[in-house]
């Protein structure tokens, strides 16, 4: 994995390095054959640092390409290439992201610090007005930061410092905290930032505004009143939490959900006034649920008289609707269900299936119709399958752990029609739901 030192990219950014990656790319030549061409060139060593950031440029182009690439090969027309490695890239926004969240700051004028600013992933979209100050402890993200104002041609300052110490006469500020020392580790820690949660409250009153960017899985509770909570993700996931303060702050106390597409265009927005969380209930539920989670038999393993969530528990109605990633995320998925139908309900606490009347609206939620529902036992789901006819399966497991290949594999389902096969639970029972897709 690519960790690139300040020496590195000074070596990346040379004309030389620079007109072979455009060469490269343009040919789409292979590790091997680009290998071969800089071997009389360059070191062992500037060799593996030219070859690894080859490597990486095809997820960067993915990462951070605009409508005006197409395609890598238009990428490779750019007069100068983004700089970023591996724990950079992994750590940095996205362009869709990155295109919606220059929106919140269209009415900021003055200058902004981008505290903990990395390669420069935030910076890049900030609107062109604002006078941007990169701050960062390590050189070779600031060497980065630097390096990748040039190649866009925006005009951007830099400082290393501290943070959490830094001098400033910003009026606003942007800050994503460090999440991990190493490429491709495993956060599990949510509050284990760099500077914490606490410290940005307190950097935060140096300015009259900003945002601080934080996992999606944050604890609620613990993010400080008179903010605004903004979840963002597309439609099959939720990428990060946001929590603006001051002037960026325009629905105080209020958790909002915005889903984007690719080009960082609104898809659809929802809104709902802060609740306080019960985690340590949620997490109780889920251990229990993964300490019981197996296909033996439909024991009732815990009582269910009431739902963390802000639905209550009620039996599988005609329609059952899963909800998207940035809904369950931000918690708002039972209040939109309310609104969209009276009587939606969960099935079993702490399982996140909507049951309802109606159908619930896309593209906040995935709605299918009941075909019928057993009991999970080898013999009761095979009888079900043949009495519809289904011979296509596609199977959905919630509160339950199998195989889903090897489990359709088992059943031999024979047929013409095809369904949806839900192992999950009603009411803490281990149930199977056979359920058709609902386009809405």
């Known amino acids: 994995m690519a960790e690139f030192s300040v020496q590195d990219i000074a070596l990346l950014t040379s004309e030389g390095v ?24 360059y070191s062992n060593e500037e060799r593996k640092t030219i070859l690894d950031y080859y490597t990486i440029l095809p997820k960067i182009f993915e990462r951070f390409c605009t409508n005006d690439f197409k395609s890598i090969a238009d990428f490779a027309k750019n007069p100068r290439f983004l700089i970023c490695d591996t724990l950079a890239y992994e ?57 990748n104002a040039k190649a866009l041609g925006i005009e951007r300052s830099t400082i290393l410092a501290d943070v959490r110490t830094v001098e400033t006469d910003a009026e606003y500020f942007t800050i994503d905290p460090a999440r991990r020392a190493a490429v491709g580790e495993n956060q599990r820690d949510l509050r284990n930032l760099t500077p914490t949660l606490k410290e940005v409250v307190e ?18 509770n613990d993010i400080p009143k008179e903010t605004e909570i ?50 340590e209930s949620e997490e109780r539920i889920q251990q229990m649920l993964e300490e019981n989670d197996s296909l033996e038999g439909c024991d009732r393993t815990y009582r269910t008289s009431a739902s963390y969530m802000d639905l209550p528990l009620g039996e599988v109605s005609a329609y059952l609707s899963e909800p998207s990633a940035i809904l369950l995320r931000s918690h708002l998925f039972g209040e939109v269900a309310k609104q969209s139908d009276a009587n939606a309900h969960l ?27 057993c009991e999970i036992a080898s013999g009761a789901v095979r009888n079900m399958l043949h009495e519809h006819g289904i011979g296509k399966l596609t199977l959905k497991l919630r509160g339950v752990r199998l195989d889903p290949d090897a489990e359709i594999k088992r059943l031999k389902p024979k047929g013409k029609n095809e369904a949806i096969l839900f192992y999950t639970r009603v009411k803490g029972e281990k149930t199977a739901i056979l359920a058709e897709r609902v386009l809405t």
């Open 347 to 373: 099935i079993s606490e702490g399982i996140a299936y909507v049951s309802c009347d109606s159908p619930l609206p896309a593209p906040g939620f995935a709605t299918f119709k009941i075909i019928d529902k």
């Open 18 to 41: 620079q007109g072979f990656l455009k060469e490269a790319l343009q040919k789409k030549l292979d590790t091997l054959k680009a290998a071969e061409k800089l071997a009389k060139l």
């Open 203 to 220: 950097l935060s009153k140096k300015y009259k505004g900003g945002m601080v960017k934080l996992p999606p899985g944050y604890p609620v």
């Open 91 to 147: 750590q940095s926004t996205a362009s869709d992201l990155g295109i919606f969240k220059k929106t919140l700051w269209a009415n900021c004028e003055g200058k902004v610090d981008d505290l903990c600013s990395g390669m420069g992933g935030d910076s890049m979209f900030l609107p062109a007005h604002l006078k941007v100050r990169g701050v960062d402890l390590d050189e070779a993200r600031i060497a980065m930061f630097k390096a």
């Open 230 to 279: 903004l979840y963002l993700g597309s439609r099959s996931d939720c990428r990060e939490c946001l929590v603006l303060f001051g002037e960026l702050a325009k629905n105080k106390d209020n958790v909002r959900a915005v889903m984007v597409d690719k080009t960082g265009n609104v898809i659809a927005e929802w809104n709902a006034p802060r609740a306080e969380r019960d985690f």
